[in-house]
């Protein structure tokens, strides 16, 4: 089934210490989104990339990075994770919104944790 | 900013009965509009999803109606059972923003 893939589901972390999430997709799509969503609240757009460019929030901290090295595959970076940074994190996929394809095809989300 | 207000917080409903959830937006550019089904550590699943050149679009036991003139639309979900217990989103997007805003979400818990 194609789908969307986050590795790991569950990731701790300590304060300060870089991690890096990891999504791949094999819906081949071309657009790839990182959200960050805290309990009890909506995911919250961080950046995404349409094919190979990169588009970032105006408020996403400078502490979040992203590379994406082919189609398949999206790394979310944080580079000195904080305690406010512990959320789900989830990458979202969809075809090419400037054709009117919008629909978002999530993963199941990396739980991190900072210690 | 938020973009898309979404109500209620949370709705509790006996089995079989209608549940209602509304969003309104401010937006004119918006041109479509998901709504969200989240159960606990999972991401958000695509429920049903409406253009604004239709008012009403169904499938199965969900509803979206939307309203242009008035910039809000809302999910019904009828026969409501015990496993459609979730948390939903509203969300729009538009081609010029090509970022989709969700709304802050509405817990429904569906009693037996």
């Known amino acids: 089934d194609a789908m969307v893939i986050q590795n790991p589901r569950y990731q701790v972390t300590q304060f300060g210490k870089p991690v890096t999430l990891s999504c791949s997709q094999t819906?081949?799509?071309?657009?790839m989104y990182w959200y960050q969503q805290k309990s009890s609240q909506a995911p919250k757009l961080l950046f995404h990339?349409?094919?190979?460019?990169?588009?970032n929030e105006a408020d996403t901290p400078d502490n979040f990075q992203s590379r994406r090295p082919n189609t398949s595959f999206c790394f979310l970076d944080i580079r000195s994770p904080g305690l406010g940074d512990a959320a789900m994190y989830l990458c979202?996929?969809?075809?090419?919104?400037?054709?009117?394809?919008?629909?978002?095809?999530f993963g199941p989300g990396t739980r991190l944790t900072v210690t | 900013q938020q973009q898309v207000k979404q109500s209620p917080q949370s709705l509790i409903v006996q089995k079989g009965g209608i549940s209602i959830i509304n969003c309104a937006y401010e937006?004119?550019?918006?041109?479509?509009f998901p709504w969200y089904q989240q159960f606990p550590g999972k991401g958000p699943a695509l429920l049903i999803a409406?253009?604004?050149?239709?008012s009403e679009k169904k499938e199965g036991r969900f509803t979206i109606s939307f309203n242009k003139s008035a910039k809000q639309f809302s999910l019904h979900i009828m026969d409501s059972q015990p496993g459609d217990s979730a948390t939903y989103f509203c969300?729009?997007?538009?081609?010029?923003?090509?970022?989709?805003?969700f709304g802050a979400g509405t817990r429904l818990t569906v009693k037996p």
């Open positions: 979202a996929t969809s075809r090419d919104f400037q054709t009117g394809n919008y629909e978002q095809y």
């Open positions: 819906l081949n799509h071309n657009v």
């Open positions: 990339y349409y094919d190979k460019d990169f588009n």
């Open positions: 937006n004119t550019a918006f041109d479509y």
């Open positions: 409406i253009r604004p050149d239709v």
């Open positions: 969300a729009a997007s538009s081609e010029a923003s090509n970022d989709m805003r």
